[in-house]
Each structure stands twice: as structure tokens, then as C-alpha cells.
């Protein structure tokens, strides 16, 4: 049972807690923003993907400076590093849910694009402070299949997807 006592505590503690700073974050916590954003693909990502990689590196640098604000003070504080892993474009042929009849683990049998990385935050000694995996998807039918740049837009679609996830991780 809540007696009096207990319920005056409880309310305090919750209004205390409601004053904390909105924008507390890991990153804010460390005292500095970001003063870097580099991305990082793996070998096979740049093997398969060639030129394109352009697109994403591009497309996740603009996006994220443009949503982090003023957490992102280029040559000043922590260093943000995004590893893509993977990168996977659905295919437009094939009625087995645009996989071509592959199992879904081998980035088959599915109608969406994905993109995967890892996001690290990195302090100005290079120590890693948080990091995150990402799996960012967005559903390979947005897009017009017959434009001439529909791939270049759909990777671009999931740059974007990837860095609103890493603003939520920084938040």
C-alpha cells in the first residue's frame, strides 16, 4: 500500500528526473561533439559495389552533419566512425519476393534493400566509447525500377535510413 510519505518521494524523485537536461546523451556526456564522420566499407562491400560506395559515404557524411547540428563541430571532440558491412539491393526480376527463390539469410527472398554497419564513437585518444550495430532497410519498391538511376537512389535512401538510426543511438 502507498502511504502519504511514499507518494510525496515518489513524485519528487519524478520531477527531479523531469528537470534533467533533454538532450542528454552519451556523446553530450563526454563533454565534446563530434568533430568527425568517416565511413569505412569492408572489402567485399567495395569489391561488389565498386564506384557506388561514393553514394553512401557521400550521402551518410551530409546527412548526418545536417541532422546532428550543432553536435557536429568539424575538427572538434569525438571521431564517429561507420563500418558498412553489408549492403544488399533487392532484385527487380523473380517472383519468389524479388530473391529469386534464395533463402532470406543470404540476402535473398526479400522486396527490401538493407545496408548493415557498425557506428563507434571514438574520443579524442581513440578510445572507443559506445558502438552500435545497424541494420537500416527500406522497401525496394519506393523506387521506379525502370530510372535510369533507381540503384543510385535507392542506395542513397538507405544512407539516409542508416544515419537517422545513428542520430537515435547518439541521443
Known sequence: MINRRSFLSLTLAGAS????????????AQGAPIGSVSVVFS??????????????????ER???????PGYQRGAGNRLVVSVSSLWLASAAGGNGGGGGRRHGDGGGS???YLESTVTLYDRAGRALESWPIRSTENGNGVLWTLPDASTRRLAALARNNAWWIKHYLA
Not at 17 to 28: K, Q, R, Y
Not at 63 to 69: D, H, N, P
Open 43 to 60: 572489402p567485399t562491400v567495395l569489391e561488389g559495389w565498386g564506384d557506388n560506395v561514393a553514394v553512401v559515404r557521400s550521402e551518410l
Open 17 to 28: 528526473l523531469a528537470l534533467l537536461p533533454a538532450g542528454l546523451s552519451p556523446v553530450l
Open 63 to 69: 546527412t548526418l552533419a545536417e541532422i546532428l547540428g
Open 111 to 113: 522486396d527490401s534493400d
